[in-house]
């Protein structure tokens, strides 16, 4: 049995599509031109990146786009301080800090400073603290795990009543992904560094989130037959015969995996477009809640 292949780029792009017809609409219906600011403090290459691709993102689905970058040791009162601005700016709908924040920084405090009308990264504290309570709903969900959510939807995943297994416990991932399986009727077990006997655990679900940050982790035989499994995991790997001397694998053994379950991400090009698709989803929501 091989696997169906999930293909994030594929649901991301009709995504992407929706949104831009959802912008055309909002702004020939007389609404305002969703917009998104970024916050990227520092110079870390990997959020410069993140950041330009969000940018190139909103271009492409009509979203106007406001970067701002701070140095490294920007402080504490400037990164607030601007997040306040932004908050007041009623061309900008969607606020987005990159993370992580340098060494130093109070990064609850600076989520919290974010308006929760503009929050559609869904990472202030209240939107986190609704999630996790029953009868609440947050305004934005995290775009992460919205994006594996929406990726085991396309793919069939029947989630109530299933038992979910989610490896990895992060603020950004993890946490957000075992509450929203939760919210979905699935028995959800959270795995980290401490849990025993690993891979007894992961046999047992019939839907496997990976998101350890940790190459090839998950192995074939931790896999049940027919489960549907989800990979985070955007790991380097040196590999002298790719063209930049490296190349991209999940926190699962894909090809090992593939061969037993019902279903799979690839990695490139399965979890990772849908978090910029569900960034702009989120973005476009905000803007329409603003001219409601």
Not at 221 to 246: F, H, L, M, Q, S
Not at 259 to 268: F, H, Q, S
Not at 274 to 283: F, H, P, Q, V
């Amino acid at each position: 049995m091989t696997a169906q292949i999930i293909d994030g780029k594929a649901i991301a792009a009709e995504l992407r599509a929706e949104v831009a017809r959802g912008v055309e609409a909002l702004v020939s219906g007389g609404g305002p031109r969703p917009g998104l600011a970024t916050v990227l403090v520092g110079d870390n290459p990997a959020s410069q990146t993140y950041v330009r691709m969000k940018q190139k993102a909103c271009a492409e689905a009509g979203i106007e786009s406001f970067g701002h970058t701070l140095p490294a040791d920007a402080s504490q009162e400037e990164v607030e301080n601007l997040v306040r601005e932004l908050n007041a700016d009623p061309k900008v709908h969607g606020i987005l800090v990159q993370l992580p924040l340098p060494a130093g920084l109070d990064e609850e405090a600076v989520l919290k400073a974010i308006d929760l009308e503009k929050d559609v990264d869904g990472f202030h504290p209240l939107n986190i603290g609704r999630l996790a309570q029953k009868g609440r709903e947050p305004l934005f969900v995290p775009c992460t795990p919205a994006g594996c959510m929406l990726l085991l939807e396309k793919a069939g995943a029947q989630l109530e009543g299933a038992r979910a297994v989610v490896l990895g416990r992060s603020n950004i991932v993890g946490m957000p992904m075992a509450l929203l399986l939760v919210k979905a009727n699935a028995t959800v077990t959270i795995c980290h560094s401490r849990t025993k006997d690993l891979p007894a655990v992961v046999r047992e679900a019939d839907v496997v989130i990976a998101a350890i940050g940790r190459p090839k982790m998950v192995k074939g035989d931790w896999v049940k037959p027919g489960a549907y499994v989800i990979d985070v995991g955007v790991n380097r790997v040196e590999d002298p015969t790719a063209k930049r001397g490296y190349r991209l694998v999940g926190d699962v053994d894909f090809e090992a995996a593939r061969e037993v379950a019902g279903a799979i991400t690839p990695v490139p090009g399965g979890v990772g477009p849908m978090t910029i698709a569900m960034l702009l989803r989120n973005t476009l929501r905000a803007a329409q809640r603003a001219a409601a």
